[in-house]
């Protein structure tokens, strides 16, 4: 500790009881630990120094933002340091002629979107919660306008990274493509604190639209539903969300925001582009959804409402937690081919009830990814053991048809155990590249692999 307060001032450096126990658990229901401090760099140097200092005391390193994360990514098993970037949140520099940002890693979404709306651009990753950039990075997270915009391995340009040795070291470029060398975007992206920490994030950004468009579309089954997604997509017409939210869902999104939606498999839809456009894109969707014999499907075209429409779609999680007090949020998180996502669906619907669990199904289905939100009483161990085999499930279905056991939540420790099952002998080179970078597992160790 006193070799850390040489580098870092010590009004930065805290052992405090609550300031550690913020620090050890993130909003999963896996089991919170203790750091044995936590440290608040300001720069890519102080980072580099903290990195030196453990790297020769061997002690741990966890990178932390916000603590937004599922799966248990920012817990300290080991102990050690957490990294904790809340003070790294400048803008550091828009680049508008080239639709490029350069960012901290503390940078929250919302407050990154808010200096972009003066240049008429705004930042597309939208997973819900306000998160650090940082931290979005870190889990390649996505969220509702993937289907559109693309994940966060997409908009990330150039990323700085702090090596477990203490090199300061870039990934990439500000040019828009290059076919130098090997993609080191890509292998930092997704990785979740376990080969380097971000100090600079450098970030695709795009024109905020003319025109908006969102509105709902309620049917009488979840096939029906799914149906529509798959048809709407191949129609070719340009949606920038298109989230699925079933009717178990639906009930909780009207206690919790006190809305009046139909209580039936719902889907969420926005359109993006010019006004003549967009209303060809809205005549077309009506078409292909009436075909389907849909219940409904009713616009809102001010902002208010628009807003109000998708705060209660990135509001289900907090609903069901609202809904029912006293027990633990588990959310899958599972990755299918367009062509399976309606009998993976059908089947995490068909196991839900078999195991009596409470929760519902929601997704962004544009990109065929979906969550089922449970909510378990982490204290019931037979319960506990009915939502992991339900995991195992509908992590397994998705397997055996070409799928991810993650499609943005990353792997942390919830998702360990599924790695070898979905990567076979790509898992070795995996580990041998961390281990590579990190020969003393002091980055995030325990997380992704059982041995890192």
């Given at each position: 500790?006193?070799?850390?307060?040489?580098?870092?001032?010590?009004?930065?450096?805290?052992?405090?009881?609550?300031?550690?126990?913020?620090?050890s658990?993130d909003e999963?229901?896996?089991k919170?630990?203790?750091?044995?401090a936590?440290?608040?760099?300001?720069?890519?140097?102080?980072?580099?120094?903290?990195?030196?200092?453990?790297?020769?005391?061997?002690?741990?390193?966890?990178?932390?933002?916000?603590?937004?994360?599922?799966?248990?990514h920012?817990?300290p098993?080991?102990?050690?340091i957490?990294?904790?970037?809340s003070?790294?949140?400048?803008v550091i520099e828009v680049?508008p002629?080239?639709?490029?940002?350069?960012?901290?890693?503390?940078?929250?979404?919302s407050?990154?979107n808010?200096?972009?709306?003066?240049?008429?651009?705004?930042?597309?990753?939208d997973?819900?919660?306000d998160?650090?950039l940082?931290g979005?990075?870190?889990t390649?997270?996505?969220?509702?306008?993937?289907?559109?915009?693309?994940?966060m391995r997409?908009q990330?340009?150039?990323?700085?990274?702090v090596?477990?040795?203490?090199?300061?070291m870039?990934?990439?470029?500000?040019a828009?493509?290059?076919s130098?060398?090997?993609?080191?975007?890509?292998?930092f992206?997704?990785s979740?604190?376990?080969l380097?920490?971000?100090?600079?994030?450098?970030?695709?950004?795009y024109?905020?639209?003319?025109?908006?468009?969102?509105?709902?579309?309620?049917?009488?089954?979840?096939?029906?539903?799914?149906?529509?997604?798959?048809?709407?997509?191949?129609?070719?017409?340009?949606?920038a969300?298109?989230?699925l939210?079933?009717?178990?869902?639906?009930?909780?999104?009207n206690?919790?925001?006190d809305?009046?939606?139909d209580?039936?498999?719902?889907?969420f839809?926005?359109?993006h582009?010019?006004?003549?456009g967009?209303?060809?894109?809205?005549?077309f969707t009506?078409?292909?959804?009436a075909?389907?014999?849909n219940?409904?499907?009713?616009?809102?075209?001010?902002?208010?409402?628009?807003?109000?429409?998708?705060?209660?779609?990135?509001?289900?999680?907090?609903?069901?937690?609202?809904?029912?007090?006293?027990?633990?949020?588990?959310?899958?998180?599972v990755?299918?081919?367009l062509s399976?996502?309606?009998?993976g669906?059908?089947?995490?619907?068909?196991e839900?009830?078999?195991?009596?669990?409470?929760?519902?199904i929601?997704?962004h289905v544009g990109?065929g990814?979906?969550?089922?939100?449970?909510?378990?009483?982490?204290?019931?161990?037979?319960?506990?053991e009915?939502?992991?085999?339900?995991?195992?499930h509908?992590?397994?279905?998705?397997l055996?048809?070409?799928?991810?056991?993650?499609?943005e939540?990353?792997?942390g420790i919830?998702?360990m155990?599924?790695?070898?099952?979905?990567?076979?002998?790509?898992?070795?080179?995996?580990?041998?590249?961390?281990?590579?970078?990190?020969p003393?597992?002091?980055l995030?160790?325990?997380?992704?692999?059982?041995?890192?």
């Open positions: 500790m006193d070799e850390l307060l040489t580098a870092i001032p010590k009004d930065r450096v805290s052992t405090n009881t609550i300031i550690l126990e913020q620090h658990k999963s229901y896996h919170p630990s203790l750091p044995d936590v440290v608040y760099p300001v720069n890519a140097e102080e980072v580099s120094e903290i990195m030196k200092i453990a790297s020769k005391h061997k002690a741990p390193i966890v990178p932390f933002g916000l603590g937004t994360s599922l799966e248990g920012v817990i098993y080991n102990g050690g957490s990294l904790d970037f003070l790294m949140d400048n680049l002629d080239d639709f490029l940002v350069k960012v901290q890693p503390g940078v929250t979404r407050k990154l808010q200096e972009l709306k003066k240049y008429g651009l705004f930042f597309s990753v997973p819900g919660a998160a650090t940082g979005m990075v870190a390649n997270a996505s969220g509702t306008t993937a289907v559109k915009y693309g994940i997409d990330v340009r150039d990323l700085e990274v090596l477990a040795d203490g090199t300061i870039h990934t990439g470029t500000l828009a493509k290059s130098s060398g090997y993609n080191l975007n890509g292998l992206t997704g979740e604190g376990t380097g920490c971000f100090t600079e994030l450098t970030l695709r950004v024109g905020i639209p003319e025109m908006i468009m969102a509105g709902r579309a309620s049917f009488h089954s979840v096939d029906k539903a799914v149906e529509a997604v798959v048809n709407i997509l191949s129609a070719g017409i340009q949606i969300r298109i989230e939210v079933d009717e178990l869902s639906m009930k909780q999104v206690k919790f925001s809305t009046n939606y209580e039936m498999p719902t889907l839809i926005e359109f582009g010019n006004e003549a967009l209303m060809q894109d809205v005549e009506k078409e292909i959804l075909d389907l014999d219940h409904e499907f009713e616009f809102e075209k001010d902002t208010q409402a628009r807003n109000q429409l998708w705060d209660a779609r990135h509001n289900v999680a907090y609903a069901f937690k609202h809904g029912f007090p006293g027990r633990q949020l588990m959310t899958t998180d990755c299918l081919p399976e996502l309606a009998g669906i059908e089947s995490a619907r068909t839900l009830g078999k195991y009596d669990l409470k929760g519902g929601v997704g990109d990814n979906y969550h089922t939100t449970l909510m378990i009483d982490t204290e019931n161990q037979e319960e506990v009915k939502a992991d085999k339900y995991n195992r509908i992590v397994e279905y998705a055996k048809r070409g799928g991810s056991c993650t499609g939540h990353g792997v919830g998702k155990k599924y790695q070898s099952l979905e990567h076979g002998n790509s898992l070795q080179v995996m580990q041998t590249i961390k281990k590579t970078l990190d003393n597992n002091l995030n160790p325990g997380k992704i692999f059982y041995n890192g």
